[in-house]
């Protein structure tokens, strides 16, 4: 199994599982639905840019450089979390933390090895290292957060 399949696996995982808790479950608080709906969309956004390497397929087919492609991708998810910052206040938020801060890293280093500010030999393999990481703790907060939910304290 290679490492990029480790991070598809884990992104899978939470999107089955936001998509089974929305689809089979009942929320009297709209709120909470509106917050999965939301966090549906975020997941597939950092999927695609993850899985489907949106960045590289933006600067090769349109040459709009990676920059751009994240600042713009990082609007939607950036107003998610201001929207929602109370239900995800009520909630485990620290693993989310540390997720953004994984996957921040692993943006970083993709921006500055593909530019060749910094050479690193293994940078790929440290890329997918700290993807997985951050989906690792992506899908841990969402399990957590309905492990909560299931216990009514959200």
Known sequence: MRLED???????????????KVLFKKYENQNTL???????????????IIIVKLHHLLRHEFNISN???????????????????KEISHSDFVLLIISFVFLGLALVLDLLTDRKIIVLN????????LRI??????????FLFFRKFNNNTI
């Open 67 to 85: 920059t751009i492609t994240y600042g713009l991708v990082s609007v939607p998810i950036v107003f998610h979390f201001y929207k929602f910052r």
């Open 122 to 129: 293994l940078s790929d393999s440290v890329e997918e290292i």
């Open 133 to 142: 990481l951050g989906a690792g703790f992506w899908l841990v907060y969402y």
């Open 6 to 20: 480790i991070k598809t696996i884990l992104f899978t995982l939470t999107l089955i599982l936001l998509l089974y």
């Open 34 to 48: 509106h917050f999965l709906l939301s966090s549906i969309s975020v997941t597939t956004l950092v999927v695609s």
